[in-house]
């Protein structure tokens, strides 16, 4: 038995799947069944019970899998602390955000921290704020991104970042030569939506009054994929005001203002309160809050 065979393990067990924690470990299915059977080998104890839909763990394999979790934090914890006893910032950060954020935020801060800090390790978990919050939360992630406001007690919050969503045509729409639109004219136009996510769920509640005429064109799971749709003119949308900078200035779509509309996204820096977190984490946030203080200019927030 090793660490390796019980992190595969944990995973199986998590995930109740052996090609799903294969693709987490980096091994194919085969080897996770090779290291499965040696550590049942190891106990003398069937661990997990296979059936064609999922995987379950029997009454030795949940004994061993408390185990294994304590064992495997115990291990990462000796690794930061005797990392966090040298002169030099270095070890691993597990970092959360959502997929714009990583697009759009991230990438000048996350050079400049490995200019200044290359021994530190980051691993970015990707996905919806809700999600980043829960692992946060469950001490699964060191920090995290998210839309705010976020209301946990156990949470640090620090406000980093605000943008204004704006309305975006393609300089092909008619629309284009306008400066002001109304909503009921935005409402009469094929909307293009984010399928989850904040700005959804903001657009929902602004759309209410005019649910039945509205034409939700399409629903897509990315900004990426929003912009280029509305640069082809196949409908129009809501959009955090940087995110449409570079299309704005290769001239493919123009931002119009909405009459009586004013409409923030605020992003905001988490962490535990009561969780000690390694020197690199703490480098981690100092520099995003150096670098993007609530003070600057509007700059960009995460779908």
Known sequence: MDFDQLTTFVYVAKLKSFSRAGQKVFRSQSAVSAQIRQLEQAY????????????????????LFEYADKLLKLRDESIQIVADRGDVVQGPVVFG????????????????????????HISIYRNFSHKILQRVEDGSIDVGIVTLPVKSPNLKVHSIYRDRLRFMVSTRNPLADRSKITLEEVASQPLIFPRTGY??????????????????????????????????????SFI?????RDYVKAGEVKLLNVEGLDLWRELGLIYRRDRSLPRAAHALIGMIREMRKPSEPSIAAAS
């Open 44 to 63: 003398k104890a069937k661990l997990l019970d296979r059936s064609a839909k999922s995987v379950e763990l029997t009454p030795a394999g949940q004994v």
């Open 97 to 120: 955000a959502n997929e714009a954020t990583c697009l759009y935020l991230l990438p000048d801060i996350f050079a400049e921290f490995q200019h200044r800090y290359p021994q530190v």
């Open 199 to 236: 700005t959804r769920q903001v657009l929902d509640k602004l759309f209410r009054p005019y649910r039945s005429r509205i034409h939700v064109a399409m629903e897509l799971p990315s900004v990426g994929m929003i912009k280029r749709f509305v640069v082809a003119d196949a409908g129009v």
């Open 240 to 244: 955090s005001e940087s995110f449409a």
